[in-house]
């Protein structure tokens, strides 16, 4: 099945008993014994559930992966997969990379033993002179947030596999649905399902999806063991939103590909941070091993940061908010917002500056999104 019927169908039918067309919510903590050993294949909600196992087999089918494991929070995936190395081991991350991300490298793990190195990883020389003798893996998140680089996943790869690295692929901002970093030779892909896989702006979640019987059997042991699976209903809903992703992917990028044109000529617009530019550095890699744009841009605003605060009031469609990926349109400050536990000295290195501003581009007409950007503008 191609991908929008498997995105529909995948996983849904676990009803033998009605023939629910809908996955039911199976919200019981426990599942009782025929005999001593003796059970339906569950037996207790944190170690499987059969929502949640609906979910991950949709998830995988997606990511064209052997198993997925869907967990309460984004970051909760994450962090599931750092709980594969131990005190002792490095891994490579981007330098552009998700707030809460950088917060758990680089102020919670190095606690515990396992240190990071955070470089630009679109350049190949950087990969190699990081790499350590006790380097375990390369993080790679593309496009990067918030400033949309386009990392090279096949060099990364190569290079990781000169070095016995294992890679780790955030693939949140684009879904399965306009990238398959699987298919391109990444080891495990990680996701939030918060944002577009769920897409409604209703639930927190995540996902981890592998390839390798090794990687996928001791995940779904340290996420049973952790105790950082979603719940049946938190479940439910993200499997409700997959069936729609494709068609949403595709509206989100058709009005972010329009903003980001039409902010690339605004006269109080320094910068845009769209792969889907032609101006933008990545976009021939992007066209390599995207299918898609996505819905997210970035751009630097020519304006005092301290006028900032009036132009996110003046403007009626556009909330500013976390998180990113749901029909509605957001749009925040990185610098005080998503990003900020990065640190000033952090947020610099990475390119981020108090006029930077992240959109996520909803479903809503475009020409409302504009006019919704101009009365801001006209406020500062």
């Known amino acids: 099945m191609r991908f929008e019927t498997r995105a529909i169908h995948t996983g849904v039918y676990q009803d033998q008993t009605f023939n629910s067309v809908t996955t039911p919510i199976y919200p019981s903590s426990n599942f009782y014994f025929d005999a001593p050993g003796k059970h339906k294949g569950y037996d207790y909600t944190r170690s499987g559930n ?25 970051m909760a995936a994450i962090t599931l997969v750092t709980m594969l190395f131990k005190s002792g081991d490095h891994i490579i991350a981007g330098n552009d990379i998700y707030g809460g991300t950088y917060r758990l490298f680089d102020k919670i793990l190095p606690d515990l033993g396992i240190t990071f190195s955070f470089v630009d990883l679109r350049n190949p020389r950087k990969i190699s002179d990081a790499v350590l003798p006790h380097t375990k893996a390369i993080w790679i998140e593309t496009p990067s947030n918030p400033l949309l680089n386009i990392i090279d996943i096949e060099a990364v790869v190569a290079a990781a596999r000169q070095h016995q690295l294992v890679t780790i692929a955030d693939n949140t901002f684009l879904s399965p649905c306009f990238q398959k970093p699987l298919d391109l030779g990444v080891d495990i892909v990680v996701h939030s399902t918060t944002k577009y896989i769920n897409g409604h702006s209703d639930v927190v979640g995540g996902a981890v999806i592998a390839k390798l019987p090794q990687h996928v059997e001791r995940i779904q042991y340290l996420c049973n063991a952790l105790g950082v699976a979603c719940s049946p209903f938190d479940a439910f809903l993200v499997l409700r939103g997959l069936k729609t992703l494709p068609l949403r992917m595709k509206q989100h990028e058709i009005n972010a590909n329009a903003l980001a044109q039409w902010l690339n000529h605004h ?43 009036a132009f996110f009031e003046a403007m009626r469609i556009f909330l500013l908010a976390e998180s990113l990926g749901g029909v509605e349109s957001l749009i925040e400050q990185p610098w005080t917002m998503s990003h900020a536990s990065m640190g000033e000295k952090g947020l610099r290195e990475s390119g981020i500056t108090p006029q930077t501003l992240r959109i996520s581009v909803g479903l809503e007409h475009v020409d409302d999104l504009k006019e919704d950007l101009e009365r801001g503008f006209a406020a500062v």
Do not use: W
């Not at 059969?50 to 984004?74: D, K, Q, W």
């Open 50 to 74: 059969p929502t949640r196992a609906a979910l991950e087999a949709n998830l995988a089918s997606l990511e064209n992966g052997s198993a997925a494991v869907a967990t309460a929070t984004g």
């Open 267 to 309: 006269p109080r617009v320094r910068k845009v941070y769209y792969p889907g530019l032609p101006t933008h550095t990545g976009h021939d890699i992007a066209l390599r091993q995207q299918t898609g744009f996505g819905g997210m841009l970035s751009c630097d605003v020519d304006a005092p940061p301290e006028k900032l605060p």
